[in-house]
């Protein structure tokens, strides 16, 4: 753990956290018997019977239990996605989705962020999820750190009063949600977005001035048929071919925390993606939920909060 | 009508006739000389109209028609100045419409007797900088031809508005102020074109029939239109100053560092009057020579304008100060960096172009009468200080936005050919629409002139002519 060493080198050490230690341990353990990778990919083709048996398993009290230190090899990812199970059988308005990032455990490999981009579709300019890279210090005492950098789905978003088509809104489950039939464009809520959390969609494609080449392998045709395949944010379809109000072309967007995914019991892409499961999502109104018990922790911030904007990610130091 | 008399002495050295409204004329050679102005073109005018007609067929028909084909990536706006030219082009047509409101509705309810002549060429430069100003929302939108969603109406699909947007006010605003801007500037329009209506025979004598609406000059149609016009001077003051202050709102509303400013409503207020009676005496000055109007267009009334524009660039010099001196010893990070970039980053050369157009040019030159009533010099001034205000309000919209709370989302922005492009088209629209309503309405207000020589006269005090002026109420 170099950036331990890094913060101790610059702050007093933060106080231990039972929790954390826990997970560490956990982590440590999961990936030294080669867990986490078959964790990883077991939720990458996970089907509805197997989200169903882990959901019968949260109900169980026994297992609701912190991850591994009973031995029962729950992994953080695997009891995330019980959580997720509970929050959805909970009324919409009574889940309170979060994002817990915790910038020890990042190591800037912006695997989060290339999910992201994949997962739905952006074309060029549009990035949901940057990591942020912060230096302090000065040399030879300097320290980096990388900084994620969701939608922080503000409970009093700035960027929500603005829009003058109420095309952008807070959804019952407090995400902000932005609709593509209904936004117009005006990119006003950008310039009101402390965060820099929204970008507009110009229409580009990665394959755009890429050599056109023979044959179905490589080329620009092929390479902007990924580009061009469906999405499926807010659980609409929208493809980038054809009629470009179908499409989010011309339109803001932003991070929506995977709704599409979480709502089928998934977690957001970014979050099973991270190499170093240094990102946590769940309902923060569960407080049997690992969100819950993260941000209880003493060392948590988030972005900008004198703002007041009421972000709901939220950041371990 | 009764008639109190006010008599004022001038200093000897100077001709009262000087003065237009000591200088009468028989009525009819006063309409032949509007009446002429209106239909003589020359070959140059119509070579002017042609530039004029391709530009706009290039900068409107072409770019924008490409830009909305491409998408708005044609245009330079990138991660994070999402906000560039075309809002720069906004603030700024918006200021150039308070020209006329000023001029005509302040000077009128003020009883200011100089602006006589020239209401309608500001009032007629509200209406089209209006549409100008109007057409850049629609530029700058990514769905342009969703525009009409703003509009409230009821709808099949319960399409709202968001009445707490200030884009949304800023929408209403703008329709206010050109419904109540046009009314304005074709209540006083009636007279004359009576008058134009009695001189014509052919279209023009048809056109002028329809629009003078029967007008026959009678005492109650006089007393209606007067009241008309003195309620409509004083409505549209308020509705003026709400125009630009919920443009500097779209801006102050947001948390934005650099804008979010309780002093952006005055400020860009006092900067759109600044700008846009620059644009009057740069346009009268273009009549005054292409349209040979040198008997109603003065010395006098250069002067006076003069006079208001030294005014504003106090103001609009202390609003900045204000505004500048307060971001500073606030010393907050993101600020500093934002006064940093202004005066060393690479926009300093602007930013300095903007204080000596804006700030040192007016105020070290416009205190002294002979360049305020030097053709050459006004031109070159009023000019410059519209350079200057373009410049800051460029620097207001895509500075801010280059420089703010995170870092790694600071950038830079250049506008495109594209963007250029549509800002010439827009001038150009600005000027085609002038150009040509300069040959079919009446530009000189020539009854109001008339109404003013009759209440101003010169009488014979033993050797001495004085000027008396009587009060009409």
Same mark, same amino acid.
């Given at each position: 753990m170099s950036s331990e060493n890094l913060d101790k080198a610059t702050k007093p050490p933060p106080v231990e956290n039972v929790a954390r230690r826990r997970f560490l341990q956990a982590l440590a353990g999961a990936a030294g018997a080669g867990l986490a990778l078959t964790n990883l990919s077991r939720i990458a083709a996970e089907g509805n019977g197997e989200l169903q048996a882990v959901s019968d398993s949260a109900a169980d009290p026994a297992s609701l239990a912190p991850p591994i230190t009973s031995g029962d090899g729950v992994s953080a990812l695997e009891r995330m996605r019980g959580d997720i199970q509970r929050a959805l059988a909970k009324a919409p308005e009574d889940r309170r989705w979060v994002m817990v990032i915790d910038l020890r455990k990042c190591v800037g490999c912006h695997a989060c962020t290339v999910s992201c981009v994949a997962e739905n579709h952006l074309p060029p300019g549009v990035v949901y999820r940057p990591v942020l890279e912060e230096e302090t210090g000065t040399f030879p005492n300097v320290a980096k750190r990388f900084i994620p950098r969701p939608c922080m789905q503000c409970d009093q978003p700035p960027c929500v009063p603005v829009c003058p088509v109420n095309a952008t809104f807070k959804n019952e489950e407090g995400v902000v949600e932005i609709d593509y039939d209904q936004c117009i464009g005006c990119r006003y809520c950008i310039t009101a977005c402390p965060y820099g959390a929204r970008t507009f969609d110009f229409g580009g494609e990665y394959a755009d001035d890429t050599p056109v080449a023979e044959g179905i392998v490589v080329g620009r045709e092929v390479a902007a048929s990924y580009e061009r395949a469906t999405n499926f944010e807010y659980a609409e379809a929208r493809t980038r071919e054809g009629d470009r109000d179908e499409s989010p072309v011309g339109n803001v967007r932003k991070c929506h925390f995977c709704l599409h995914r979480v709502r089928e019991g998934m977690l957001p892409a970014c979050v099973t993606t991270c190499i170093g499961t240094a990102t946590y999502f769940g309902d923060a109104n569960d407080p049997e939920s690992l969100v819950s018990e993260l941000i209880a922790s003493p060392n948590v911030m988030r972005l900008k909060e004198e703002l007041g904007t009421e972000p709901r990610v939220y950041y371990l130091t | 009508m009764s008639v109190k008399a006010i008599s004022v002495v001038w200093p000897e050295t100077e001709d009262p006739r000087e003065k237009l409204l000591f200088d009468p004329r028989p009525t009819r050679e006063m309409n032949n000389m509007v009446l002429d102005a209106m239909t003589t073109t020359s070959w140059r005018y119509w070579l002017v109209i042609a530039v004029l007609v391709v530009l706009v067929l290039i900068g409107i028909f072409g770019a924008w028609g490409y830009q909305i084909l491409q998408g708005m990536g044609v245009a330079g706006i990138r991660r994070p100045v999402y906000w560039g030219v075309y809002i720069t082009n906004f603030v700024f047509w918006i200021g150039i419409s308070h020209s006329g409101t000023f001029v005509s509705a302040i000077l009128r309810v003020f009883k200011?007797? %100089?602006?006589?002549?020239?209401?309608?060429?500001?009032? /007629?430069?509200?209406? %089209?900088?209006?549409?100008?100003?109007? =057409?850049?929302p629609l530029i700058h939108l990514g769905r342009t031809w969703r525009f009409y969603w703003m509009v409230p109406y009821p709808n099949q699909r319960q399409l709202w508005p968001n009445f707490h947007s200030p884009l949304e006010w800023d929408m209403l605003a703008i329709f206010t102020y050109l419904i109540g801007s046009t009314l304005y500037l074709y209540l006083p329009l009636i007279p004359d074109l009576a008058m134009a209506r009695d001189y014509s025979t052919g279209w023009r004598g048809n056109l002028y029939r329809i629009m003078a609406l029967g007008w026959r000059g009678t005492e109650a149609e006089w007393h209606h239109l007067k009241t008309a016009i003195t309620i409509f001077a004083f409505a549209i003051i308020p509705v003026m100053f709400s125009v630009h202050t919920i443009v500097a709102w779209d801006f102050g509303m947001t948390m934005t560092v650099g804008w979010h400013s309780?002093? *952006? !409503? #005055?400020? %860009?207020?006092? !900067?759109?009057?600044?700008?846009?009676?620059?644009?009057?005496?740069?346009?009268?000055?273009?009549?005054?020579?292409? =349209?040979? +109007?040198?008997? *109603? +267009?003065?010395?006098?009334? *250069?002067?006076?304008?003069?006079?208001?524009i030294l005014v504003f660039s106090a103001a609009w010099t202390y609003f900045f100060f204000a505004d500048y001196l307060t971001e500073w010893y606030g010393g907050e990070a993101v600020g500093k960096e934002l006064l940093t970039l202004q005066a060393r980053g690479p926009v300093a050369p602007l930013w300095y172009l903007m204080l000596i157009f804006n700030v040192a040019i007016p105020l070290l030159t416009l205190w002294n009468k002979r360049?305020?009533?030097?053709?050459?010099? =006004? /031109?070159?001034?009023?000019? !410059?200080?519209?350079?200057? =205000?373009?410049?800051?309000?460029?620097?207001?919209?895509?500075?801010?936005?280059?420089? &703010?709370?995170? #870092? %790694? &989302?600071? !950038?830079?922005?250049? #506008?495109?050919?594209?963007?250029? @492009?549509?800002?010439?088209?827009? @001038?150009?629209? *600005?000027?085609? @629409?002038?150009?040509?309503?300069?040959?079919?309405? #009446?530009?000189?207000p020539v009854w109001e002139v008339q109404e003013g020589q009759l209440s101003h006269r010169l009488r014979r005090i033993g050797r001495q002519l004085a000027p008396s002026v009587s009060e009409l109420d």
């Amino acid at each position: 753990m170099s950036s331990e060493n890094l913060d101790k080198a610059t702050k007093p050490p933060p106080v231990e956290n039972v929790a954390r230690r826990r997970f560490l341990q956990a982590l440590a353990g999961a990936a030294g018997a080669g867990l986490a990778l078959t964790n990883l990919s077991r939720i990458a083709a996970e089907g509805n019977g197997e989200l169903q048996a882990v959901s019968d398993s949260a109900a169980d009290p026994a297992s609701l239990a912190p991850p591994i230190t009973s031995g029962d090899g729950v992994s953080a990812l695997e009891r995330m996605r019980g959580d997720i199970q509970r929050a959805l059988a909970k009324a919409p308005e009574d889940r309170r989705w979060v994002m817990v990032i915790d910038l020890r455990k990042c190591v800037g490999c912006h695997a989060c962020t290339v999910s992201c981009v994949a997962e739905n579709h952006l074309p060029p300019g549009v990035v949901y999820r940057p990591v942020l890279e912060e230096e302090t210090g000065t040399f030879p005492n300097v320290a980096k750190r990388f900084i994620p950098r969701p939608c922080m789905q503000c409970d009093q978003p700035p960027c929500v009063p603005v829009c003058p088509v109420n095309a952008t809104f807070k959804n019952e489950e407090g995400v902000v949600e932005i609709d593509y039939d209904q936004c117009i464009g005006c990119r006003y809520c950008i310039t009101a977005c402390p965060y820099g959390a929204r970008t507009f969609d110009f229409g580009g494609e990665y394959a755009d001035d890429t050599p056109v080449a023979e044959g179905i392998v490589v080329g620009r045709e092929v390479a902007a048929s990924y580009e061009r395949a469906t999405n499926f944010e807010y659980a609409e379809a929208r493809t980038r071919e054809g009629d470009r109000d179908e499409s989010p072309v011309g339109n803001v967007r932003k991070c929506h925390f995977c709704l599409h995914r979480v709502r089928e019991g998934m977690l957001p892409a970014c979050v099973t993606t991270c190499i170093g499961t240094a990102t946590y999502f769940g309902d923060a109104n569960d407080p049997e939920s690992l969100v819950s018990e993260l941000i209880a922790s003493p060392n948590v911030m988030r972005l900008k909060e004198e703002l007041g904007t009421e972000p709901r990610v939220y950041y371990l130091t | 009508m009764s008639v109190k008399a006010i008599s004022v002495v001038w200093p000897e050295t100077e001709d009262p006739r000087e003065k237009l409204l000591f200088d009468p004329r028989p009525t009819r050679e006063m309409n032949n000389m509007v009446l002429d102005a209106m239909t003589t073109t020359s070959w140059r005018y119509w070579l002017v109209i042609a530039v004029l007609v391709v530009l706009v067929l290039i900068g409107i028909f072409g770019a924008w028609g490409y830009q909305i084909l491409q998408g708005m990536g044609v245009a330079g706006i990138r991660r994070p100045v999402y906000w560039g030219v075309y809002i720069t082009n906004f603030v700024f047509w918006i200021g150039i419409s308070h020209s006329g409101t000023f001029v005509s509705a302040i000077l009128r309810v003020f009883k200011a007797e %100089f602006r006589r002549p020239f209401t309608r060429a500001a009032e /007629l430069m509200t209406s %089209f900088a209006l549409v100008v100003a109007g =057409m850049y929302p629609l530029i700058h939108l990514g769905r342009t031809w969703r525009f009409y969603w703003m509009v409230p109406y009821p709808n099949q699909r319960q399409l709202w508005p968001n009445f707490h947007s200030p884009l949304e006010w800023d929408m209403l605003a703008i329709f206010t102020y050109l419904i109540g801007s046009t009314l304005y500037l074709y209540l006083p329009l009636i007279p004359d074109l009576a008058m134009a209506r009695d001189y014509s025979t052919g279209w023009r004598g048809n056109l002028y029939r329809i629009m003078a609406l029967g007008w026959r000059g009678t005492e109650a149609e006089w007393h209606h239109l007067k009241t008309a016009i003195t309620i409509f001077a004083f409505a549209i003051i308020p509705v003026m100053f709400s125009v630009h202050t919920i443009v500097a709102w779209d801006f102050g509303m947001t948390m934005t560092v650099g804008w979010h400013s309780s002093i *952006f !409503g #005055p400020y %860009f207020v006092v !900067g759109a009057i600044f700008s846009g009676v620059s644009a009057v005496v740069t346009v009268l000055l273009i009549l005054r020579k292409a =349209m040979r +109007l040198d008997y *109603f +267009l003065r010395a006098e009334h *250069f002067d006076a304008l003069g006079k208001i524009i030294l005014v504003f660039s106090a103001a609009w010099t202390y609003f900045f100060f204000a505004d500048y001196l307060t971001e500073w010893y606030g010393g907050e990070a993101v600020g500093k960096e934002l006064l940093t970039l202004q005066a060393r980053g690479p926009v300093a050369p602007l930013w300095y172009l903007m204080l000596i157009f804006n700030v040192a040019i007016p105020l070290l030159t416009l205190w002294n009468k002979r360049i305020r009533t030097s053709v050459r010099g =006004m /031109l070159l001034i009023t000019l !410059g200080i519209n350079v200057g =205000m373009y410049i800051e309000r460029y620097i207001i919209v895509t500075g801010a936005l280059s420089r &703010n709370r995170l #870092p %790694f &989302n600071w !950038g830079a922005y250049n #506008p495109t050919l594209i963007e250029i @492009l549509i800002s010439i088209g827009s @001038l150009s629209t *600005f000027v085609l @629409l002038y150009a040509l309503a300069s040959r079919v309405l #009446p530009l000189i207000p020539v009854w109001e002139v008339q109404e003013g020589q009759l209440s101003h006269r010169l009488r014979r005090i033993g050797r001495q002519l004085a000027p008396s002026v009587s009060e009409l109420d």
